[in-house]
């Protein structure tokens, strides 16, 4: 008898649950947490082609690519996905391929320009004048998306990105944009040269020190007086090297004939780095540590070196991670524009371009996305 009555009431016991089971799973669903976190089969895909050997390592790691899907809709209310197609090529096996897509008219929203072979022209400018890339001037402008991006670089970044007077795209690698010399100072001495309009030679930067040292003897305190990039220094004084970063072979132009420095050059060169020498032995009392350390460390009033728009930006010299407030004196010669490779766009036939946009904005301004 007792286990009659405990079956009957185990049997009632689970159609009570049941009937729960059923009730919570027919009712309102407000209180319910969707744990499915596969992208909706519903939503856009976006297609980004591109060689997975400027990805890295994680190019081909779906976990990845499934959490990028899944913060897109879930934390930034995106109504896309993206799924990525590599095209293994690279040089003009890769401008081919890109080009095969836009002849054939393969889905593609977003598209990587690549690197170019050594010698020829950026891949930047060849995909702008074969029209594989979306002109981004109005979305830029126009849109919320265009205008977090580009409030997130600075107007020189901008302006090396303009192709034949447009916006096609932007670098999120290496800036390969530079002024092969920057001639700046240390904001707290900026006072000090109100008396130059300008500062036209290493001679002017020994008188300037010479006057702080008489000035304001106790700010130069281990201090050096100026900091030299030697190819920064060569640079500026108009002998450009024939390889960027390699010293040995320079040449400088003379009424618009190129020629290759010779030994009268060497001795104005010598001459110049002797008075740098005497620039730094200005400051006579101070304790002054290294070149790299003082660089290092913002213990310097003069610095001579080449800049990106990453390190040098609205004033701010960074260094490590450390941002130097300074001020520009000279840059020689005009910035030179190098990102005419690696550059991401959207592609010129895409059924997408406003949906690619925000995707480019996000991944580029949101650290959560970009560093995943």
């Given at each position: 008898?007792?286990?009659?009555?405990?079956?009957?009431?185990?049997?009632?016991?689970?159609?009570?649950?049941?009937?729960?089971?059923?009730?919570?799973?027919?009712?309102?669903?407000?209180?319910?947490?969707?744990?499915?976190?596969?992208?909706?089969?519903?939503?856009?895909?976006?297609?980004?082609?591109?060689?997975?050997?400027?990805?890295?390592?994680?190019?081909?790691?779906?976990?990845?690519?499934?959490?990028?899907?899944?913060?897109?809709?879930?934390?930034?209310?995106?109504?896309?996905?993206?799924?990525?197609?590599?095209?293994?090529?690279?040089?003009?096996?890769?401008?081919?391929?890109?080009?095969?897509?836009?002849?054939?008219?393969?889905?593609?929203?977003?598209?990587?320009?690549?690197?170019?072979?050594?010698?020829?022209?950026?891949?930047?400018?060849?995909?702008?004048?074969?029209?594989?890339?979306?002109?981004?001037?109005?979305?830029?402008?126009?849109?919320?998306?265009?205008?977090?991006?580009?409030?997130?670089?600075?107007?020189?970044?901008w302006q090396a990105m303009r192709c034949e007077?447009?916006?096609?795209?932007?670098?999120?690698?290496?800036?390969?944009?530079?002024?092969?010399?920057?001639?700046?100072?240390?904001?707290?001495y900026s006072s000090a040269l109100q008396q130059?309009?300008?500062?036209?030679?290493?001679?002017?930067?020994?008188?300037?020190?010479?006057?702080?040292?008489?000035?304001?003897?106790?700010?130069?305190?281990?201090?050096?007086?100026?900091?030299?990039?030697?190819?920064?220094?060569?640079?500026?004084?108009?002998?450009?090297?024939?390889?960027?970063?390699?010293?040995?072979?320079?040449?400088?132009?003379?009424?618009?004939?190129?020629?290759?420095?010779?030994?009268?050059?060497?001795?104005?060169?010598?001459?110049?780095?002797?008075?740098?020498?005497?620039?730094?032995?200005?400051?006579?009392?101070?304790?002054?540590?290294?070149?790299?350390?003082?660089?290092?460390?913002?213990?310097?009033?003069?610095?001579?070196?080449?800049t990106t728009p990453r390190i040098l930006y609205?004033?701010?010299?960074?260094?490590?991670?450390?941002?130097?407030?300074?001020?520009?004196?000279?840059?020689?010669?005009?910035?030179?524009?190098?990102?005419?490779?690696?550059?991401?766009?959207?592609?010129?036939?895409?059924?997408?371009?406003?949906?690619?946009?925000?995707?480019?904005?996000?991944?580029?301004?949101?650290?959560?996305?970009?560093?995943?």
């Amino acid at each position: 008898m007792r286990k009659h009555n405990s079956v009957t009431t185990l049997k009632r016991l689970l159609c009570i649950i049941s009937l729960l089971a059923i009730t919570l799973e027919t009712g309102c669903g407000g209180g319910k947490r969707n744990t499915d976190t596969s992208p909706k089969e519903d939503s856009l895909t976006l297609v980004w082609a591109a060689n997975p050997y400027y990805f890295g390592a994680n190019a081909f790691d779906l976990q990845i690519q499934e959490e990028l899907n899944r913060r897109l809709i879930e934390d930034y209310n995106c109504d896309f996905q993206v799924q990525f197609e590599w095209l293994y090529a690279d040089g003009n096996e890769y401008q081919t391929a890109v080009a095969e897509r836009y002849q054939s008219r393969t889905a593609t929203d977003i598209l990587f320009t690549g690197l170019a072979n050594h010698g020829q022209p950026g891949t930047y400018n060849s995909m702008v004048r074969d029209d594989l890339l979306y002109p981004l001037d109005d979305f830029l402008t126009e849109t919320e998306a265009g205008q977090v991006l580009y409030a997130s670089f600075s107007e020189m970044f901008w302006q090396a990105m303009r192709c034949e007077g447009h916006i096609y795209g932007f670098r999120c690698v290496d800036p390969q944009m530079y002024y092969d010399a920057t001639l700046l100072v240390r904001e707290d001495y900026s006072s000090a040269l109100q008396q130059y309009e300008e500062i036209s030679s290493i001679q002017d930067l020994g008188d300037i020190l010479e006057h702080l040292s008489k000035t304001s003897p106790d700010s130069l305190q281990d201090t050096l007086g100026v900091y030299v990039d030697i190819d920064a220094l060569c640079n500026l004084e108009g002998y450009i090297p024939v390889i960027n970063g390699y010293t040995g072979l320079y040449f400088t132009e003379e009424n618009g004939t190129v020629r290759v420095i010779n030994a009268a050059d060497d001795a104005s060169f010598l001459n110049m780095w002797k008075e740098i020498q005497r620039c730094n032995n200005v400051l006579t009392d101070s304790s002054v540590p290294d070149a790299g350390t003082a660089y290092r460390s913002g213990k310097y009033v003069f610095a001579i070196l080449p800049t990106t728009p990453r390190i040098l930006y609205d004033d701010q010299l960074l260094v490590d991670t450390q941002p130097i407030s300074v001020k520009t004196l000279r840059q020689a010669p005009e910035p030179l524009i190098y990102a005419r490779n690696a550059v991401t766009g959207i592609a010129s036939w895409s059924e997408h371009p406003k949906e690619a946009m925000k995707l480019l904005s996000l991944i580029a301004t949101q650290p959560d996305l970009s560093n995943l």
